[in-house]
């Protein structure tokens, strides 16, 4: 968020999180709103089953710019995989898309 708050301009972040995963586990993240399960890791990628408001899917993220999820107003993107077959999200919100 910027200095001078939300200027709710679509895309505009609202608010970002980072959260780290082990294989089967289940974050829970917005209140509830957004749920995201690691399912696979490889070496710059991972899979999750990602449940909102448009249902569930499966889905993939890779590192790197060009690797991000984007399930509106959220925008998924994997920061890096550990040797643990853990893996390290970040999950920003956006503004515009959601209420």
Request: hydrophobic share 35%; proline share 4%.
């Amino acid at each position: 968020v910027s200095g001078d708050g939300i200027s709710n301009i679509p895309g505009e972040e609202i608010w970002k999180t980072e959260i780290e995963l082990q294989l089967g586990e289940r974050a829970m993240v917005d209140d509830g709103r957004l749920e995201v399960t690691l399912l696979r890791v490889g070496v710059d990628e991972a899979s999750l089953m990602v449940e909102g408001q448009s249902g569930a899917r499966e889905e993939s993220v890779r590192t790197g710019p060009e690797g991000s999820l984007q399930i509106p107003p959220y925008e998924i993107r994997l920061l890096e995989v550990g040797i643990d077959d853990s893996a390290r999200l970040q999950i920003r919100r956006q503004w515009g898309e959601y209420r």
